[in-house]
């Protein structure tokens, strides 16, 4: 097998930095690194990796007006720079098997990469960086300005290339934020939790359901990694990726639930229902010392005239993901500069 992963991009591109397309031998592949204007010829340059078993760097050119480049004519108008890596099966590090063992972690991490064209002696040689576990980076990674790139990777939330040393092709670093998979925990048992399961699930996103298991169907069960009664809500895992929301269409429990869910880690908060039905509830005396107003997201979704159950969980996934990426949400034509 091999590996095709965006490691540069200048101006405008589908996929950015981070995107990957596994290549096998026998010409099966997922994922992806564009819109699908690059994956023919990079399936030929995965196999070409196998076959050679070394790293290449190859640079798709459309910003400039060339009818033998690929991809032009689409409208991509960028430079977008792939690399290629075999994978070495046998070696329990190989990149396929660092990524793999980041799958459960619940905190960040960095990947450091050599993409150095000119220097082929570490073209693709990568170290995977815990946070706030930085003193052990291995040769040939430690550069002075290293440490500071991590810092900004890890603060920002966005990759970025390090050229330690100009002069020295070698020193070129990918510097890439890997953050955790998005857990979302969903409090309620009624049919519309079957809608937000199903969006979900197309999203990746991994799922926690909260309610009474005698009301829940088959379709949660099946589709949720756990599910919890409502007395059992402190053994649900909640964390810095975790995005809460509750429907349980009922007053009483979500009255007796607040207090415990506002000492919970998540970063996004929301609550099914009308403003009025909010302001009811943060009038009650158990809950006026909470302060929970500014921080929940009541009504919930973005406003997009939503009615179906299907069309509220496309409101709240998206505004789940524009609070993920800190974003205030709206059309994307009214966006000054890149939408990136």
Known sequence: ?????????????YRRIGARMLV????IWVGGISGGCLEGDALKRAQIAIYKNECSIVTYNTLEDDQN??????????????????????????IIEQLRSLVDSTS?????????????????????????????????????????????????????????????QESTILVEYIRPETNIVIIGDNYDVNALIGLVKELGWNIYVVGRLKKMNKYVVNHAKQVYEYENIDAVPFGNFTALVMMTHDYNWDLKLLPKL?????????????????????????????????????????????????????AICAEITAVMRSRNAGFLKNRKGSIH
Request: glycine share 8%; aromatic share 6%; proline share 8%.
């Open 1 to 13: 097998m091999a590996l095709a992963s965006v490691v540069g991009v200048e101006q405008s591109s």
């Open 24 to 27: 096998s031998s026998n010409g």
């Open 69 to 94: 480049e690929i991809g032009i004519g689409l409208g991509c108008s960028g430079k977008i720079e792939i690399l290629f890596e075999p994978i070495e099966q046998q070696d329990d590090q190989n």
């Open 108 to 168: 960040p991490h960095v990947l450091l990469k050599m993409i150095s064209p000119d220097y082929k002696r570490n073209l693709g040689k990568h170290c995977m960086v815990p946070e706030n576990k930085w003193t052990d980076i291995p040769e040939p990674f430690r550069r002075p300005s290293l440490l500071e790139a991590i810092h900004d990777a890890f603060r920002k939330g966005r990759p970025q290339v390090l050229i330690a040393d100009k002069t020295k």
């Open 262 to 314: 506002r000492e919970k880690e998540h970063f996004y908060f929301g609550i099914l229902g009308p403003r009025k039905r909010l302001d009811k509830l943060l009038s009650e005396p158990e809950l006026q010392h909470l302060n929970l107003d500014e921080k929940l997201h009541s009504p919930i979704g973005l406003d997009i005239g939503a009615e179906s159950p299907e069309e509220i969980a496309l």
